[in-house]
């Protein structure tokens, strides 16, 4: 049963939730991402918005399985999403859960300012001012059934995290004038979700696609990348209609599927 992986919450503020959503607070987990997994591959009684939120981790995960911090007063999710009937459309999730959370951050509260600058990094983050305060990481699990799921992982900072070494300088919604709570952020941030879901599935990933281009970085941009191979730097040309990071750089345009993007001349890399 549940109860045999995770310590349960002590009824903390639930959020508002769209129709036929449903969350599941615990007070602790090793991983929001991998405790859902779980429910889906051994209960398989699952459906779309189901959502479990934690008020910390003990084994939070980024992308490709490196460590996230996960000290309470911050907003740990994972989210069901029905995956798409070709899984080829699975990563486009990504893109779709950072413009919604860039939407949530402008439309939370502030102490008399004005918005600040949230934009979004290829492929799943978020920034304010250039820092990250947010991380997606998008996960397809089968249930018993064998029907396909996407596990949406998402962690926003609202309170400082402290990394050492930082690779990449994070920041909260706390240091910009945003006063909030886990349980209003997750209220929003799941209007915008189920508002994108809806875009995503009536217009394709066009649309969202554009939508990201908007927030993403300027065209000419420098921008360096991390593969396996080594660092490759070039300027921002915009995403293949796939998602795709299009870098034109000395050599000719580059066609980027995965990779860690870094800024300017590569000496910070993306926190995960």
């Known amino acids: 049963m549940v109860q045999a992986w995770f310590t349960a919450a002590h009824a903390p503020p639930e959020p508002h939730l769209p129709p036929d959503w449903r969350v599941m607070p615990f007070d602790s987990l090793d991983s929001t991402n991998a405790a859902l997994r779980r429910i889906v ?10 959502m479990l939120w934690a008020n910390t981790q003990t084994a939070g995960k980024g992308r490709a399985g490196r460590k996230w911090s996960s000290p309470r007063g911050n907003v740990y999710v994972s989210i069901l999403v029905a995956a798409p009937e070709d899984l080829i459309h699975a990563h486009e999730l990504g893109f779709l859960a950072a413009i919604a959370v860039r939407e949530c951050i ?3 509260p502030r102490h008399n300012a004005p918005p600040p600058k949230v934009s979004c990094k290829w492929p799943n983050d978020v920034l304010i001012e250039g820092q990250k305060v947010c991380g997606i990481l998008p996960e397809v699990v089968a249930d018993d059934a064998k029907r396909n799921w996407i ?8 309170v400082a995290v402290q990394i050492d070494p930082a690779a990449y300088p994070p920041t909260a919604l706390s240091l910009h004038n945003i006063d909030t709570t886990p349980a209003h952020v997750i209220t ?22 554009e939508e990201w281009l908007t927030c993403g ?3 000419g941009a420098v921008v360096a990348v991390g593969l396996p191979e080594g660092s490759v730097t070039g300027e921002f040309a915009g995403l293949d209609e796939d998602g795709a990071l299009l870098l034109e750089t000395r ?3 580059r066609r980027i599927v995965a990779g860690d993007v ?4 590569g000496s910070h890399a993306a926190r995960d």
């Open 151 to 158: 596990i949406l992982g998402i962690g926003i900072n609202l």
């Open 106 to 108: 402008l439309d939370l």
């Open 262 to 265: 870094l800024f300017g001349d």
């Open 41 to 50: 591959e051994m209960e398989g009684d699952v459906h779309e918005g189901l």
């Open 188 to 209: 929003v941030l799941t209007r915008e979700l189920h508002k994108w879901f809806a875009v995503w599935r009536e217009k394709g990933f066009a649309a969202v696609r």
């Open 217 to 219: 970085p300027d065209k």
């Open 251 to 253: 050599g000719g345009r």
